[in-house]
Nanobody, 123 residues
């Protein structure tokens, strides 16, 4: 049984930092690209960041580039999202997802999803 369990969300003030974690079990972790998405109230789920299986290649959305950092620890089956200089616009539920291909990481391409962890940034 595949499980993705996110943690680390919470209520913070603008300018603060948070680190999200996603622990994965039930699959060969290093074979999967890992992606963070987020969904704000009333909006569609959107791409935030992705990392390939070996951890050498990353990509970010324009809205978080330079403020967020995605990383992974393959021996620990964990992917992280370090979020710095948080803005109220970052308020959302954050989801991690696993996909077979680093190239194709739309929501419809993802094979497994976590339940999400909420992040609220106050101004």
């Amino acid at each position: 049984q595949v499980q993705l369990v996110e943690s680390g969300g919470g209520l913070v003030q603008a300018g603060d930092s948070l680190r999200l974690s996603c622990v994965v079990s039930g699959l060969l972790f290093r074979s999967y690209a890992m992606v963070w998405f987020r969904q704000a109230p009333g909006k569609e789920r959107e791409f935030v960041a992705k990392i390939n299986g070996g951890g050498e290649t990353t990509e970010y959305s324009d809205s978080v580039q330079g403020r967020f950092t995605i990383s992974r620890d393959n021996p620990k089956n964990t992917v992280y999202l370090q979020m710095d200089d948080l803005l109220p616009g970052d308020t959302a539920v954050y989801y991690c997802a696993a996909g077979i291909s680093y190239l194709y990481t739309a929501t419809s391409d993802m094979k497994y999803w976590g339940e999400g962890t909420p992040v609220t940034v106050s101004s």
